[in-house]
């Protein structure tokens, strides 16, 4: 048997549980990074989700205070790689959702700081960032997709629990 043909394959298929645990890790990160600051600030992500004027006040609170508990509960799920994939694809839903929300204000000429790693709220015109904003989500999005794709990585949960 020739095995020149299938050794390139059984390598790719070595390594990819170790790009899935990276890819694991930075989303996990992202969503701890984003997260974390927000549940000790919790009137500034309330205030945050108001700007984008997408929600009334009081529904736009409940989504200000939600988010980062969701954020957090994210980024430890995928840290401990319970749930992979399920973690992946609602990463990735968060994601396009964070995504459109950027690309709203954008359109509608609203002067915002998108909030993501920060407080968020009102800024001047020439403060908004939402082309950068924009790209660096659509990177996180790729990650998710991919680890959505091909969820098994090691040192997680998964592994340990189901093999």
Not at 15 to 31: D, K, M, N, S, T
Not at 98 to 119: L, P, Q, V
Request: charged share 15%; proline share 4%; hydrophobic share 55%.
């Amino acid at each position: 048997m020739d095995t020149s043909t299938t050794k390139p394959t059984a390598e790719r298929s070595n390594r990819w549980p170790w790009i899935a645990l990276v890819l694991r890790l930075v989303l996990a990160g992202v969503f701890l990074y984003a997260g974390l600051p927000k549940l000790t600030h919790l009137d500034a992500s309330r205030r945050s989700v108001r700007a984008y004027d997408l929600f009334s006040y009081d529904v736009a609170n409940v989504i200000g205070t939600i988010l980062p508990l969701a954020e957090v509960a994210l980024g430890v799920i995928l840290l401990v790689g319970l749930f992979a994939r399920f973690a992946a694809i609602i990463s990735a839903l968060l994601l396009v959702i964070f995504i459109a929300g950027i690309a709203s204000a954008w359109a509608r000429g609203i002067s915002i700081d998108c909030g993501c790693f920060s407080e968020g709220g009102a800024v001047a015109a020439s403060q908004t960032k939402y082309p950068q904003e924009i790209g660096r989500d659509i990177v996180f999005l790729i990650l998710a997709g991919l680890l959505a794709w091909r969820p098994r990585s090691r040192f997680s949960a998964d592994g340990a629990l189901w093999g």
